[in-house]
Nanobody
Framework: QVQLVQSGGGLVQPGGALQLSCTASGLLFRAAPMDWYRQPPGKEREFVARISNTGGTTKYADSVKGRFTISRDNSRDTLYLQMNDLYVNDTAVYYC?????WGEGTAVTVSS
């Protein structure tokens, strides 16, 4: 059974930074491309970032490019999302994803 356990998130002021983590079990993590998605309040879930299984290739939504960094540590079966220069409209529940498996989500609120 695949489990994706998320941590991080919380309340931060505009311009601040947060790091999200997602630790996987029940899958061969080092073979799995991984994604981050988010769902802003009242909106549909949207793609944020993707990383290849080796970490050598990344892709970002235009809205976060240059501010967010996706990374992974295959020795720890853990995925990360470093979020810098946060905007109010980055407020959302953030989810990690491996194939058809989703994490439980973690809330990020950007507010002054």
């Amino acid at each position: 059974q695949v489990q994706l356990v998320q941590s991080g998130g919380g309340l931060v002021q505009p311009g601040g930074a947060l790091q999200l983590s997602c630790t996987a079990s029940g899958l061969l993590f080092r073979a799995a491309p991984m994604d981050w998605y988010r769902q802003p309040p009242g909106k549909e879930r949207e793609f944020v970032a993707r990383i290849s299984n080796t970490g050598g290739t990344t892709k970002y939504a235009d809205s976060v490019k240059g501010r967010f960094t996706i990374s992974r540590d295959n020795s720890r079966d853990t995925l990360y999302l470093q979020m810098n220069d946060l905007y109010v409209n980055d407020t959302a529940v953030y989810y990690c994803k491996a194939g058809s498996n989703w994490g439980e989500g973690t809330a990020v609120t950007v507010s002054s």
